[in-house]
């Protein structure tokens, strides 16, 4: 059944939402979206590192962006730049270095469009395999660091008085996150994976109470809008990842209506 | 690692120093299991940076600590929850330690506070939340507890009754507990030992002890010091409701 293109499509989204899910209610409580971004634009320089070196694509990008992510916290102790600058000086700088070295690699044909927004024709069976091993490998991860990493985002010195070691759960939280855009890359694109993690845990903040509650709504909305995003794309014949992002942009919208009748309520 | 015999936490000539400024220095105390240590001092002494240091919190330090427990409960003086946080009085029980629906009950009814259970971290009073963060500390029964102004925000009789509280928890859990307050009056009944900071440690000992010292006259006034001796003397007897006098 995995012959077709579109089911294969399908079953690799539907296994990044139920990754990206719990992942971008972290991302969205701990205010690392522009970190998640600069990962992201990392990524291209990892899939040209792919193909120069005939590695795998998902490696190859994994290692790139915990490399950037390496980086940043180094360039954040030896400067003084204030974190937003340097997010930008390597997420631009490694998207520019990406696109120059596609120039030099003229024997290889890029699709570039597809690299910066998603190709669903692109998802063969052993994508599949690395999105839902490598996405089960980062949702235990995850399960395995909830508390220290939910007890710093709280509060960090509970955490660490308390004796959770958040400074490594912030560490592990660092690779995951890399983990996660290597795997999503090639059906969301590198310009729209933040997006993926974002809106569906955005959307979930708007409906929940609870940090469970958020989790669990933000991975049925990322559930909903691949299912959504995509068959619209197969329908008017647009490019996977904006077609999942909007269809995110709409759950969201919606969820803001919980919102108005909430403060009605309270009125 | 040695145990000295009951100790919790033990700090030899400890400081830290932040941006080439000591923020506090050549702090020795060590708090013991059934033991309440006080800490008091002016604005900027050094208390909450002491407290830090006891729980690990600060990294680079001058001196050493030496932590034997790490069952730890801990009410920091400043705690800001973020709005981008879904959460409720019953998910912050849960922060650090997976606790029995029936404890946190337990905990947050001794603290006065059960009916917010279910409400939003958020929409809590400072009083409140304040009472929250003690039944936390609390509900996870731990070795040591170190509270950091816990009763700020609360109502005078809330106040007296949380002291009361963290006695009585002091008492039959046989914890140590670090506090820091600048309330003299409600504080010095309970507390075995007191340190007075001042950037270093100006002086220490029984709550009469220090109420003596020269230097601690100096730094909270005369009045001060009788507040503290105040509490020295035992009573013998009891003022019932009618102003009659029964002995004990």
């Known amino acids: 059944m995995f012959d077709d293109f579109f089911i294969r499509a399908l079953v690799a989204g539907l296994g990044i939402a139920l990754v ?27 899939v040209t590192m792919a193909y120069s070196l005939e590695l795998n694509i998902a490696l190859s990008v994994f290692i790139i962006s915990s490399l950037i992510a390496l980086i940043l916290i180094q360039l954040q102790k030896k400067t003084n730049l204030p974190g937003d600058a340097l997010l930008g000086l390597l997420a631009h700088s490694s998207l520019a270095v990406g696109l120059v070295v596609i120039g030099f690699l003229t024997f290889i044909r890029f699709d570039i469009m597809g690299l910066l927004f998603g190709d669903i024709l692109a998802v063969t069976t052993d994508d599949l395999l690395i999105i839902w091993t490598g996405g089960a490998v980062i949702l235990l991860v995850l399960k395995l660091i909830w508390k220290p990493l939910f007890a710093s985002t709280v509060n960090y010195e509970l955490a660490e008085a308390e004796g959770l070691n958040p400074d490594r759960a912030k560490a592990i939280f660092t690779i995951l996150m890399a983990a996660v855009i290597a795997i999503s890359i090639k059906m969301v694109g590198l310009l729209l994976i933040t997006g993926m993690l974002i809106i569906p845990a955005a959307m979930a903040r708007n409906i929940s109470d609870s940090p469970i509650k958020m989790v669990v709504y933000s991975i049925i909305g990322g559930l909903l809008s691949v299912i959504l995003g995509l068959f619209s794309s197969l329908e008017f014949n647009t490019s996977s990842g904006p077609s999942i992002i909007v269809a995110a942009l709409i759950l969201f919208i919606l969820s803001l209506l919980n919102i108005k009748q909430s403060i009605k309520l309270k009125n | 690692m040695s145990r000295e015999n009951n100790t919790l936490v033990k700090l030899n000539n400890a400081g830290f120093k932040q941006n080439g400024k000591w923020l506090v220095e050549g702090v020795t105390i060590a708090v013991e299991k059934g033991k309440i240590v006080t800490l008091i001092g002016p604005n900027g002494s050094g208390k909450s940076t002491t407290a830090k240091i006891a729980l690990g919190i600060y990294k680079n330090i001058e001196g050493s600590v030496e932590k034997y427990t790490n069952k730890v409960g801990y009410v920091p003086q400043k705690i800001s929850i973020d709005w981008t946080l879904p959460i409720r009085v019953r998910d912050f029980m849960l922060l650090t330690e997976n606790i029995k629906e029936e404890k946190i009950d337990e905990a947050l009814s001794l603290t006065g506070v059960i009916h917010l259970k279910n409400k939003s971290l958020g929409n809590l009073s400072g009083g409140e939340f304040q009472r929250v963060l003690i039944a936390r500390a609390i509900c996870k029964k731990p070795e040591l507890l170190v509270l950091d102004e816990p009763v700020q925000g609360v109502d005078y009789t809330g106040e007296i009754a949380l002291y009361e509280l963290i006695k009585k928890i002091s008492d039959s859990l046989h914890c140590g507990i670090l506090l820091i307050s600048h309330d003299l009056h409600t504080v010095m009944t309970a507390t075995d030992y007191v340190v007075c900071l001042n950037g270093h440690v100006c002086c220490s000992g029984s709550p009469m002890d220090v109420a003596k010292n020269n230097e601690y006259k100096t730094l909270f006034g005369e009045q001060a010091s009788q507040i503290l001796s105040v509490y020295e003397h035992k009573h013998d007897h009891v003022h019932s409701d009618e102003g009659e006098i029964k002995k004990n």
Do not use: I, K
């Open chain 1, 20 to 46: 990206t899910g719990p992942l971008g209610c972290f991302v969205v409580w701990r205010r690392l979206s522009y970190f998640g971004d600069t990962l992201a634009h990392s990524a291209l320089l990892g």
